[in-house]
């Protein structure tokens, strides 16, 4: 081999520096470069599993907040159809009682008008026997005395007192 220019002695001796080279490399990074290669993989494993888990629980949130806002929904017609027929229920309570003051305005306003009529009817009364005495008395101071005057109206009066 020599006349190939191979020395046999350098090749062992580059053969065992090889081999000595792979097993500190082997030892020394192989070794540490494959755990944390390793290391490396759980931790993009386990994220990725965070994420997933991470998902999920943002989907299962969505739904959640889905049927809450469904729920409160449900729970706001519910509330609105209650507050609509309070509504009715007080307004129809309102108008009743609107009515009944209206019978009572108009009934007090009846006794009102009717008890006007009266008075008006006395003061009407009044002022025809006011009338009829003074037209009595010209009519009777010319026919009668002043004492057959007086007697006479007394009786009249007497007479219209009666016939109310």
């Known amino acids: 081999m020599e006349k190939l220019g191979i020395n046999v002695y350098q090749?062992?001796?580059?053969?065992?520096?090889?081999?000595?080279?792979?097993?500190?490399?082997k030892k020394f990074l192989l070794k540490p470069m494959l755990a944390l290669l390793e290391k490396r993989k759980v931790s993009i494993a386990d994220q990725t599993k965070a994420e997933e888990d991470l998902a999920k629980r943002i989907k299962d949130y969505e739904h959640k907040d889905?049927?809450?806002?469904?729920?409160?929904?449900?729970?706001?017609d519910e509330i609105i159809k209650q507050a609509q027929a309070q509504a009715w229920k007080e307004a129809a309570e309102i108008l009743n009682q609107a009515r009944q003051n209206s019978?009572?305005?108009?009934?007090q306003a009846d006794k009102d008008a009717k008890s006007?009529?009266?008075k008006s009817k006395a003061n009407i009364q009044a002022l025809i026997i006011k009338?009829?005495?003074?037209?009595?008395?010209r009519t009777l101071s010319e026919l009668l005395s002043k004492a057959d005057q007086?007697?006479?109206t007394e009786i009249q009066i007497a007479r219209l007192i009666k016939g109310k």
């Open 116 to 118: 006007e009529s009266e």
């Open 131 to 137: 009338q009829a005495v003074v037209l009595d008395n």
């Open 150 to 152: 007086k007697k006479i």
């Open 11 to 25: 090749l062992l001796a580059q053969g065992v520096n090889f081999l000595i080279l792979m097993f500190v490399l």
């Open 103 to 107: 019978k009572k305005i108009l009934t």
């Open 66 to 76: 889905q049927q809450v806002l469904k729920q409160a929904k449900l729970k706001a």
